[in-house]
């Protein structure tokens, strides 16, 4: 009797904590519900699933696309789902982006990363425009759902003040086979902007993560040229270049008569870099560093990405804000380069020389910002220097870019000059490191010379003192006392380490001082 009195209370207790977890387990999921949605009036009809999760974005990480850009859509599920995507572009129509035909299913693995278009897909997904904010939503759910006929459009624009509400009607009154259904949501954004109607594309794009600080480039010469950037080819001239990693790259152009133009550009996040007629020159002799550009050089543009390049040649020519240079007689070429607004130019910078290569140079939140201590030129004058340089103490001729010799002819603007070379003098730095002196004059102290034998070997050295000026006796003949050594000047006791000094490379070389 005991033992079933036991057995009840133990049943009970049992009893008690289930109703209670029950309990406890329907108030997380009510609160999670309210804090999923903000909102404790949301719909009744669906719910949150706390064991599911979904992810959505696309190849772009920082959301932004140019009208024509291609778009690839990436999602993923925490566990096995089905999964439905649709967007509402910048003119507010839905738009069913996933499943894409009535026959397809929409059961996705889980933990895996799934593409639209896929490897298997057959269509692309290409921005068609206008500029604003596409929208893009994923709904995922561990139990099947019903899928609107939308196909291929839905006729649903959105109309309402805010997009992110209309989004959740739709969810609840499209998707949702029966009430308390439960499900998993994301979304993202994609910012869309037209395209510079006079530049051409980049037909290479490289993979930027979402940590990566980018900046952009405009390349307005010469027409049609090829443009390389470390060694791989981009596209061709006028070139608008969105997004490139923040630092130096090497910019090389070679224009359709070979002629060849490189150097190093510093990229911004603040600043625009726009490279035009007055900084790219390409000249015959100039060869690229790069292996592969040296041998390829000037890329046809019809056989390379721009089929309609010459079709698109005559509405870029006469776009506004495109000037034509005199035209070449020489080739009988003419010259193009676009000169009107840029919609996409950010910061007022200029590009100075430096001695690395090109970079900006202009104002950063209100200070302005200069690169100190290096010495400048602008694209066709002589060095100046942003930093405090002493001009005066600094003898320049020709281009100091290139090196320069330490004596000979060197041509400087067109002009010849003689330059020789300068009387250069050691600074004592080692000199005072190691303790000794440069032997500017002669010393006073007695000479220490090491006296040899027959052998060859060497002795203990003996003092020689300087003869005084009325006798002229030796001192062993004399027998006089030998004076006490002094101490050399070196204050070291090393062997020959200032007998000789060599002044040519601006610090002493010594016998064995290093």
């Known amino acids: 009797m005991l033992r079933r009195i036991l057995n009840t209370a133990a049943t009970a207790t049992l009893m008690w904590f289930a109703v209670a977890g029950t309990a406890v387990a329907q108030n997380l999921q009510q609160d999670y519900d309210q804090d999923y949605n903000n909102d404790p009036n949301y719909l009744d009809n669906v719910r949150i699933d706390r064991y ?31 999964v439905a995507i649709y967007s509402i572009d910048t003119k507010g129509r839905v738009n069913l982006l996933f499943p894409t035909d009535p026959g397809r299913d929409n059961f996705v693995p889980g933990g895996v990363t799934n593409y639209l278009p896929g490897p298997d897909d057959d269509f692309d997904l290409v921005v068609s425009g206008p500029d604003g904010v596409e929208n893009i939503q994923i709904i995922a759910s561990r139990e099947r759902f019903p899928i609107p006929e939308w196909f291929p459009v839905s006729g649903l624009i959105c109309d309402w003040d805010d997009r992110h509400e209309f989004m959740d009607n739709l969810n609840g009154e499209y998707f949702v086979r029966y009430d308390g259904q439960k499900f ?82 510093h990229f911004s996040h603040y600043h625009t870099v726009i490279l035009n007629r007055d900084i790219i020159r390409p000249q015959p002799l100039v060869v690229s560093k790069y292996k592969e550009v040296r041998s390829i050089g000037y890329r046809d543009p019809v056989k390379s990405g721009y089929p309609k390049f010459k079709e698109h040649q005559p509405v870029v020519t006469k776009a506004p804000g495109v000037k034509e240079k005199a035209t070449n007689v020489t080739n009988g070429a003419a010259d193009y380069q676009p000169t009107g607004d840029k919609r996409y130019v950010r910061g007022n910078a200029k590009l100075v020389a430096t001695a690395r290569g090109y970079e900006t140079a202009g104002a950063v939140g209100g200070k302005e910002r200069r690169t100190t201590g290096v010495p400048t030129r602008t694209s066709d004058g002589p060095l100046k220097s942003t930093g405090s340089i002493d001009q005066s103490k600094r003898q320049t001729t020709g281009d100091s870019f290139n090196g320069g010799s330490d004596h000979g002819s060197v041509v400087s603007g067109g002009k010849k000059v003689d330059s020789k070379p300068a009387e250069k003098q050691s600074k004592g730095f080692y000199q005072k490191k190691s303790g000794s002196q440069t032997p500017t004059s002669k010393p006073s102290q007695p000479a220490v ?56 490379g601006g610090a002493s070389k010594q016998g064995d001082g290093r």
């Open 449 to 504: 010379q090491p006296k040899r034998d027959k052998g060859g070997s060497e002795s203990k050295p003996t003092i020689r003192p300087n003869p005084p000026s009325g006798g002229g006796g030796s001192e062993k003949k004399t027998g006089a006392v030998k004076p006490p050594p002094s101490k050399p000047s070196s204050g070291s006791g090393a062997k020959s380490t200032t007998t000789k000094t060599k002044t040519g």
């Open 52 to 82: 599911l999760d979904v992810e959505v974005w696309t190849n772009h990480l920082d959301g932004d696309f140019f009208v024509g850009d291609n778009v690839v859509i990436n999602y993923r599920a925490s566990r096995d789902a089905f």
């Open 184 to 265: 998993a949501f994301d979304r993202t954004a994609m910012y869309i902007n037209e395209w510079e109607p006079v530049y051409f594309r980049p037909i290479y794009y490289p993979y930027y993560p979402s940590w990566t600080v980018c900046g952009n480039a405009y390349i307005d010469y010469p027409w049609g040229a090829s443009i390389y950037i470390d060694g791989v080819y981009w596209g061709c001239a006028p070139l608008y270049i969105p997004r490139i990693y923040v630092g130096w790259h090497t910019i090389t152009i070679y224009n359709h008569w070979g002629h060849c133009w490189e150097q190093d550009v």
